[in-house]
């Protein structure tokens, strides 16, 4: 699971804008954050960069778990 929609919507950007902002199709942020499309490496770093980020943290870390 990714994180990128959560920090698309941090930012207030739709898809559209982010897809704008990489050079791709609104369509495939709709699939990479829908874990329906493995984007290149690449991909990855402009994602990383233009939402302000890191791969590890958009892409591998897990949400901490709250529950005591």
Not at 16 to 21: F, R, V
Request: net charge negative; charged share 30%; aromatic share 8%.
């Amino acid at each position: 699971m990714n994180h990128i929609k959560a920090y698309r919507k941090a930012k207030k950007m739709s898809q559209y804008e982010l897809a704008q902002a990489i050079g791709v199709a609104r369509q495939t942020i709709n699939l990479i954050e829908n874990d329906k499309y493995n984007p290149s490496l690449s991909l990855c770093l402009k994602l990383a960069h233009v939402l302000e980020t890191d791969l590890n943290t958009l892409f591998w870390e897990e949400e901490e778990d709250n529950e005591d």
